[in-house]
């Protein structure tokens, strides 16, 4: 056979020498400057809030499709999932399929209902049958949560990959390469909003695209087409042998494994339909029907990346070799980037360096793009929810007002002092008009602490696998946001107790579980390695904490004394399934 030719031979070490690390580092300078030169010029054309947090909601299906994949294809998808598919094989595979899956769950029960239900955020749609602070304020803090998780795993691959760009295991490039992200990411939202990372989202899906389709190409040819030559190099080179290509190699030696790996997928395939960041890109588009076809193209673009995910996960192992990838990095996020100065030519030739430079400048900008939509998603929350719909929409006394001086209509709660409008509560949601400017101005000035609060966690976790540690976010979002929404979108007696239980009764129990997890203590790659005071046995904890979080809101709601609003979910209700009143 033709591919019989393809080296059988222990590959050799591939990391670059130090003459290949100016090209790099030119493309990362490129990269930096087209994305500013973006974020100035689209800063400048406006600062309403619609602006800021929706982009004006004029971007077509297409163009949101791509910005949706490009949020989604973080560098857990890049990095991470054919790192772990290097390091582990078959069970690698499966952290693709699961994000690939969730897809599904998006299409089918969010996409359209979320888009007319709601305005910028999660809470917008809670808000609209459950109007309260407090509902604000649980939704708002959980995403808020979920964002800053999902933003310490875009960082800690951005540590890994220009660790390996400078050529060093120096803990200060990392760390000065997290804080530099950090940085770039406020300045992008604080900047631009919503329209300049949408547009910076764009063109980095597209690069994405094409570096993947570049890199696998090149990789079918290596082997001449023969994929089964693939899967047994890679087999050979794993150092596990046949096992390599068998369930078990990281998930299933034990029952705790096992679980742990049901439970990995259970956070994946639900926990995509709770992200902040996935959801108020339903809000930059026009209509509901243009936010399900937006659904559509990022399911095509995203399922014909992870196809090709997995094949660079193989050619990696294959043509690096594992021992190799782990030496480089011991959580694989370095695979793809090594793989392209393999396919390139090889250590010291001039197209192995473009390649390598070229392939680690697209993961570079894939990080920039990503954690720009987090840290917006996360700072609208603060700023619309917490903010904005708890803290200063909370109920005032009337003070010298007096009673007699109440709104027409309006009614006193016993002993509050409040006035009440007879149709509706007293902590009535925003409008839109007033205090815009400075509901802005907050989330610009939370873009920076949440960065920060980003950039110290991220110095802790730098020898975690991104995949991994998105998986945790994943977890968090299907065990906090997803009971919310559901039972807000489709049960007619759901309260505000249960609401805010249902939040809580998710959020807090996976926290919890992590903190005492093998991911914290007690493992040598454990963010604590030296202590050990950890008693939950699984990694991922979203088999328990998923169940609580929709436990805890039939719990809230059926022992509440105020009971549903009928007429609100009614109105929900038509507003969800026709678009009639959305904004």
């Not at 929706?54 to 998808?77: I, V």
């Not at 909003?193 to 890199?215: C, E, P």
């Not at 559509?296 to 192992?317: C, D, Q, R, S």
């Amino acid at each position: 056979m033709a591919a019989t030719a393809v080296t059988t031979a222990t590959p050799p070490p591939v990391a670059p020498t130090g003459d290949h690390h100016s090209l790099a580092i030119v493309l990362f300078a490129v990269v930096v400057l087209v994305t500013l030169g973006i974020t100035l010029w689209v800063g400048r054309q406006g600062n309403a809030a619609e602006d800021f947090y929706a982009g004006g909601r004029d971007f077509t299906p297409l163009q949101n499709g791509f910005a949706l994949s490009g949020d989604y294809l973080s560098a857990a998808s890049f990095l991470g999932v054919a790192g772990l598919i290097a390091l582990y094989g078959y069970d690698g595979v499966l952290y693709s399929i699961g994000f690939l899956v969730a897809w599904l769950v998006v299409l089918m029960l969010v996409a359209e209902l979320v888009r007319n239900a709601g305005r910028y955020t999660l809470a917008d749609v809670l808000a609209l049958r459950l109007r309260r602070r407090k509902v604000r304020a649980a939704a708002g803090g959980a995403s808020v949560v979920v964002t800053l998780l999902y933003l310490v795993a875009q960082m800690v691959g951005a540590g890994s990959l220009v660790a390996l760009l400078l050529g060093t295991d120096s803990p200060h490039a990392r760390t000065w390469t997290i804080i530099a992200v950090g940085a770039l990411m406020v300045v992008y939202v604080t900047i631009g909003g919503m329209r300049a990372t949408t547009w910076i989202q764009i063109i980095k899906a597209f690069l994405l695209t094409a570096g993947s389709v570049l890199l696998t190409v090149l990789l079918v040819v290596r082997f001449h087409g023969d994929l089964g030559e693939l899967m047994r190099q890679a087999a050979q080179h794993s150092g596990a042998g046949h096992r390599y290509l068998e369930p078990g190699l990281k998930y299933g030696a034990t029952f705790t494994s096992r679980l742990d790996f049901f439970s990995l997928g259970l956070a994946l395939v639900l926990g995509t339909a709770g992200l902040p960041h996935i959801l108020s890109r339903f809000y930059t588009v026009p209509t509901a029907r243009a936010a399900r076809r937006s659904t559509m193209w990022a399911i095509g673009l995203v399922g014909g990346f992870y196809l090709m995910a997995i094949a660079l996960g193989l050619g990696a192992t294959a043509l690096v070799g594992s021992a190799e990838v782990r030496h480089a990095n011991p959580a694989g996020n370095t695979a793809v980037p090594l793989l392209a100065l393999v396919l390139g030519g090889g250590n010291g030739s001039t197209g192995g360096v473009v390649l390598f430079a070229l392939i680690s400048a697209i993961a570079f900008a894939t990080i920039l793009a990503v954690v720009a939509g987090l840290t917006l998603a996360s700072s609208a929350a603060f700023a619309h929810d917490i903010w904005a719909g708890a803290w200063r929409n909370r109920p005032r006394k009337p003070g010298r007002r007096g009673r007699g001086q109440q709104a027409a209509g309006g009614r006193l709660r016993r002993g509050r002092g409040e006035a009440v409008p007879a149709s509706r509560s007293a902590e009535e949601e925003p409008g839109p008009g007033a205090g815009e400017q400075q509901e802005v101005l907050v989330a610009r000035l939370a873009a920076g602490g949440i960065g920060a609060a980003a950039i110290v966690i991220s110095l802790f976790a730098q020898q975690l696998n991104v995949a991994f540690l998105v998986g945790l976010a994943f977890a968090v979002a299907a065990s906090a946001n997803l009971p919310v929404l559901l039972y807000s979108l489709f049960w007619s007696r759901f309260t505000v107790r249960g609401a805010v239980w249902s939040v809580y009764g998710g959020l807090v129990p996976a926290i919890v579980l992590v903190l005492f997890s093998p991911v914290v203590s007690g493992s040598k790659v454990a963010l604590f390695p030296g202590v050990d005071f950890h008693w939950f046995p699984l990694e991922n904890p979203g088999i328990v904490s998923i169940p609580l979080g929709f436990l805890a809101g039939w719990i809230g709601t059926v022992t509440s004394l105020e009971p549903a609003d009928a007429d609100r979910f009614a109105e929900l209700e038509v507003r969800a399934l026709t678009g009639a009143g959305a904004a």
